[in-house]
């Protein structure tokens, strides 16, 4: 096949890409503009975290005086502040499904967009050193292509200039489905699943370069897994943690 002179493969490419895969809104999956993110009538839908916000993991509390919700203040946690963009409801529980099992990778950009904009200033205050995804196992990693939390923490690092650092923090052993189990359950079979590896980073390194993580991951119902990740980081040399999630669950 030849091309003409004057066209650019490369944008010719980029065009038959856009053709066949047009951007789809995170809410409706209807075809958008591809400078779009979400079509007007979704991005009315998607409800975002209003503040005052709990200072542990970002939820909508009743007034300023409040500093923490009824979940953080019965639990104790080791990371010591939280950001969330979206309240996790009808369609974003949708969006967000569509991210994990149904190849919308896309959704990230949207979902990514907005936690900048509405955390972003937060986070700045956190002055992390860098971003970390809540890791996924390879196999499921293999399976779906892609670990939606890093598509999100790659997007967020690029626009709050924070270097995002992707094999720190490790999946030991994969874990059945979280639905399955009940908080039990679901503890016992987090407890062991996350690692620093300290070959590739040895503990003084990370001591000295990586002493304030940012760790993202997609959704946020007990804190769990981020307590989990937050003590292997704790364990490996980082001396704080703060979690930003994109979604964040109520009466868990
Ligand atoms: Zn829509
Ligand atoms: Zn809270």
């Not at 005086?65 to 996790?88: I, N, P, Q, W």
């Not at 650092?165 to 009940?182: C, E, F, G, P, S």
């Not at 996350?194 to 940012?214: A, H, T």
């Amino acid at each position: 096949m030849m091309y003409n002179a004057i066209i650019n493969p490369k944008e010719l490419f980029k065009e038959a890409v856009r053709t066949v895969y047009p951007r789809k809104c995170p809410g409706c999956r209807d075809v958008i503009l591809p400078d779009m993110l979400v079509c007007e009538s979704c991005a009315a839908e998607f409800k975002l975290v209003e503040p005052p916000f709990c200072l542990k993991c970002g939820r909508h509390v009743e007034d300023e005086e409040t500093e923490l919700c009824d979940e953080c203040a019965s639990k104790d946690h080791r990371y010591s502040m939280g950001f969330s963009a979206f309240v996790y409801d009808g369609i974003m529980r949708r969006a967000m499904s569509d991210l994990k099992y149904s190849s919308a990778a896309e959704n990230a950009d949207y979902f990514a967009e907005i936690a900048a904009k509405t955390c972003g200033e937060r986070v700045k205050m956190f002055n992390p050193d860098i971003i970390i995804p809540v890791p996924i196992h390879p196999s499921r990693r293999a399976e779906r292509g892609y670990n939606q939390a890093q598509l999100i923490s790659d997007r967020l690092s690029a626009a709050l200039d924070i270097p995002s650092v992707n094999d720190l923090l490790i999946r030991r052993k994969k874990t059945a489905a979280l639905k399955r189990l009940d908080a039990a359950g679901r503890a016992e079979n987090l407890k062991q699943a996350f690692e620093c590896d300290l070959k590739r980073y040895p503990r003084e390194e990370i001591s000295v370069r990586f002493g304030r993580v940012l760790l993202i991951d997609d959704i946020y119902t007990t804190g769990a897994t981020m307590e989990c990740c937050t003590e292997a980081l704790l364990d490996a040399g980082v001396h704080e943690v703060a979690v930003l999630s994109v979604a964040i669950g109520y009466n868990y």
